[in-house]
């Protein structure tokens, strides 16, 4: 089943700087799905969950995509978002990071395929160090609505998914089959519609 949690406009992360203003004032939904046709403005998709849904594109929508990095990547001074969930331990695990020219700063709950709610951290690389088994960062960051600061120190494992988040948009990258991460809002007559789409490139699928 779908999940469709909406989350509130401070834990969009990734997607604020480039959503259209009147996306960035809803609330949002994220679906992760595989295309199975676009025609027109309408693009239909099968979610992981397994639900078909149908997506109006809005005028002037943004397909970003993602290139592939290494832990060797995270280094002092580059701003990342980091996804976390909580290990058995209760310690944070993390599960993808991704670099971006701005991240912004977050410490939010961040909405998962399924039932699962993660941690979405985004701020700047203050120290990094190879480590047995990975990559040790510490991150600093400040909660999105700005009562929280703080630094983050993950070990990032060796097979832990590492993008460059890239919004130059693309829309040829929407075709069936393609992995799609869209920032969704549903109206009041039940129909979704999105600004901003991350597509799958090179076999470089959106890690969130």
Known sequence: MLNRKILTSLAFGVAMAVATPSLAQMPFSLIRGTIDMVEGNVMTLTTV???????TLNDGYIVGYNTALTLADLTVNTE???TTIDGPDGLPVPIEVHVMDESGNMN???DLPGDDVG???NGVITEATAAEGGQLITVHYISADGSREGDLTLLI???TPVVRLMNESDPSLLVPGAYVFVVAVQGADGAWSTG?????KDGVRPPL
């Open 157 to 159: 494992p060796n097979e």
């Open 49 to 55: 969950e397994g639900e078909q849904l149908s997506i």
């Open 196 to 200: 901003y789409i991350q597509a799958e």
């Open 119 to 121: 941690l979405m951290t």
């Open 108 to 110: 939010d709950e961040w």
């Open 80 to 82: 990342i978002g980091v």
